[in-house]
């Protein structure tokens, strides 16, 4: 039974995840809860992690839930589930690019879906800040430590891109702030 809900709950997440990893946030948390896999809390270290580690947030979830919850098997099923709607999807696209490619109608709808997946993400990131400075709804708690780190690490971002033409790299940014958690956290 495990197994049949790991694949129907990655295959979701895989079929509506629009705007890679960022966007899929939202719908990841939903579906994660709805079966209990893991708590929310958890998840949100989960997606820490996951951003400083090689691979998509939605692979490294989906191997490490498949394999906590049904060992080999379940890491297996869950990882092709949620990459085989991509998969499919990517190479239907192929297909059609070259008749897409000249059609407004479809030039359209891909300006649409870059704004909604910006406020997605906009969204998921504002969530992530929120709760992880001041809690969830059912407990907050106020974490000065991670405002002060928060606000640290917008300042360091956006001053940079006045000194740096584009700015600072976000990978250097997601170092600064794993030696900060570091010292501020411990290990």
Avoid: H
């Amino acid at each position: 039974m495990i197994l049949l809900e790991l694949l129907l709950g990655f295959l979701f997440i895989g079929c509506f995840s629009f705007g890679g990893a960022y966007g899929a946030i939202p719908l990841i948390r939903e579906i994660v809860l709805f079966y209990g896999w893991i708590e929310e809390e958890k998840l949100s270290y989960m997606i820490a992690v996951s951003e400083s580690t090689p691979g998509p947030i939605m692979v490294n979830l989906a191997t490490y839930i498949g394999s906590t919850k049904a060992g080999v098997p379940g890491a297996v099923i869950a990882t092709i589930a949620v990459i085989l709607p991509a998969f499919l999807i990517v190479i239907v696209l192929t297909l059609l690019l070259k008749k897409l490619v000249e059609n407004g109608v479809f030039q359209s709808m891909l300006g649409s879906l870059k704004s909604c997946v910006t406020g997605i993400v906009l969204a998921t990131g504002a969530y992530m800040i929120l709760v992880n400075c001041i809690g969830s709804v059912n407990t907050v708690s106020v974490d000065y430590a991670a405002i002060i780190m928060t606000v640290a690490l917008g300042a360091i971002y956006f001053g940079s891109k006045k000194i740096i033409k584009n700015g600072m790299s976000p990978i250097i940014l997601i170092f600064i702030a794993g030696i900060a958690g570091v010292f501020v956290y411990g290990w």
